[in-house]
C-alpha cells in the first residue's frame, strides 16, 4: 500500500496527516499558522513536517495544499495576501525535493478542496464543475475532465473578485460579510458574534439576522448564476463554515440562483454541499499528486 504526506497551509491553521491509496488517513494533526512570521516559517514548518513523518513508513510523495496563487507546474507561490510576508516566490517543490528526494506537488487550497469533492464528494462523477469555499472572502475553483482549470496565467477561478453591484462578490457575499452587517444592525462588537450566532438567532425568528442572511443568499445567487452562464457547469459544489447550516441555506440558495438562471440552464445544473470539510485540503492535495504526476 502507498502512502502519502499531505500537508494543508491555511492562514490560522496547518493541518496534516498521512494517507493511503484507499483514502485512509493513518494519521492527522494540526498546528499553528503563524502567517505573520513570513513564507520562510511556513516552509521550516512544511520541512519539520516531513522530517517527522517520513519514517513513520514508506512514503511515496509530499502532497500540499496552500493559500495564495500557485504555479502548480513549478510548485511556487505566485501571488499571497500581505498577512504571509515574504511568502511570494516560495519555490516549495524544489526545496522539499532537493532536502528529502521525494516527489512533491503543490497546489491552491482552494482547487485542492474542488479536486477533493470532484473525485470523492459533492461532484463525483462529473466532467465539470464549480467549487465556492465561502468564508473570510470567497474562493473559487473550476474543474474541467478531471483538472483544475488555471487559466493563462494561473488565475482561473478566482472569482471573489468579480464585480458585482458597486462591489465585489466576497466583498458583498462572504460569510465576514455576513457578521459585519448583524453587528452594525445590533450595535454589537464583530468580536461577540459568528456565524452559528447569526443562524441561531435567525431560526428562532430574530428578524435582523434573517434579514441579512436572506441578502447574502440573493447575493451567493446572482453570483453563482453569473458563473455558470460562464463555464456551465454540471454541479456547483458550496463550501466554508455557513455552509454547514445546509438545511437553513440550501433551498433558499437554491431559490436564488434560479432567480437569476433561465430555466434551460437552471434545470439542469445541481447544488450541492462540500462534503469533506476539514480534510478537503488534505485529500485534495493527494487528488492533485497523482494528477501531477501522470502529467510529469
Known amino acids: 500500500m502507498k502512502n502519502y504526506i499531505c500537508i494543508d497551509v491555511g492562514g490560522t491553521s496547518i493541518k496534516y496527516g498521512i494517507i493511503n491509496e484507499k483514502l485512509d488517513f493513518l494519521v492527522t494533526n494540526e498546528m499553528d499558522t503563524e502567517a505573520n512570521k513570513g513564507g520562510q516559517n511556513i516552509l521550516n514548518k512544511i520541512m519539520s513536517i516531513v522530517s517527522n513523518y517520513k519514517n513513520e513508513c514508506k512514503i511515496e510523495g509530499i502532497c500540499i495544499s496552500t493559500a495564495g496563487m500557485v504555479d502548480c507546474e513549478k510548485g511556487e507561490v505566485i501571488y499571497a495576501s500581505p498577512l504571509i510576508p515574504n511568502y511570494i516566490g516560495t519555490k516549495i517543490k524544489d526545496v522539499i525535493e532537493e532536502k528529502f528526494n521525494i516527489q512533491c506537488e503543490v497546489e491552491n487550497d482552494?482547487?485542492?478542496?474542488?479536486?477533493?469533492?470532484?473525485?470523492?464528494?459533492?461532484?463525483?462523477?462529473?466532467?465539470?464543475?464549480?467549487?465556492?469555499?465561502?468564508?473570510?472572502?470567497?474562493?473559487?475553483?473550476?474543474?474541467?475532465?478531471?483538472?483544475?482549470?488555471?487559466?493563462?496565467?494561473?488565475?482561473?477561478?478566482?472569482?471573489?473578485?468579480?464585480?458585482?453591484?458597486?462591489?465585489?462578490?466576497?466583498?458583498?457575499?462572504?460569510?465576514?460579510?455576513?457578521?459585519?452587517?448583524?453587528?452594525?444592525?445590533?450595535?454589537?462588537?464583530?468580536?461577540?458574534?459568528?456565524?452559528?450566532?447569526?443562524?441561531?438567532?435567525?431560526?428562532?425568528?430574530?428578524?435582523?439576522?434573517?434579514?441579512?442572511?436572506?441578502?447574502?443568499?440573493?447575493?451567493?445567487?446572482?453570483?453563482i448564476a453569473n458563473i455558470c452562464y460562464i463555464i456551465n457547469p454540471e454541479v456547483v459544489v458550496l463550501g466554508g463554515g455557513i455552509m454547514a447550516q445546509k438545511e437553513y441555506l440550501y433551498d433558499k440558495i437554491r431559490s436564488s440562483m434560479d432567480k437569476h438562471l433561465i430555466p434551460f440552464i437552471g434545470g439542469k445544473t445541481k447544488l450541492e454541499f462540500a462534503v469533506n470539510e476539514n480534510r478537503a485540503g488534505m485529500l485534495g492535495a493527494y487528488f492533485n499528486f497523482i494528477n501531477m504526476q501522470k502529467k510529469r
Open 110 to 223: 482552494v482547487n485542492c478542496a474542488a479536486l477533493a469533492e470532484h473525485f470523492a464528494g459533492g461532484s463525483k462523477g462529473s466532467n465539470i464543475s464549480l467549487c465556492l469555499t465561502i468564508g473570510t472572502g470567497i474562493g473559487g475553483a473550476i474543474i474541467i475532465n478531471n483538472e483544475v482549470y488555471h487559466g493563462a496565467f494561473g488565475s482561473g477561478g478566482e472569482v471573489g473578485y468579480m464585480n458585482m453591484m458597486g462591489s465585489t462578490f466576497q466583498g458583498l457575499g462572504a460569510s465576514s460579510v455576513l457578521v459585519k452587517k448583524v453587528a452594525k444592525m445590533k450595535n454589537i462588537s464583530e468580536k461577540d458574534i459568528n456565524g452559528k450566532y447569526i443562524f441561531d438567532k435567525a431560526k428562532g425568528g430574530d428578524n435582523d439576522c434573517i434579514k441579512a442572511i436572506d441578502e447574502l443568499v440573493e447575493v451567493l445567487g446572482q453570483g
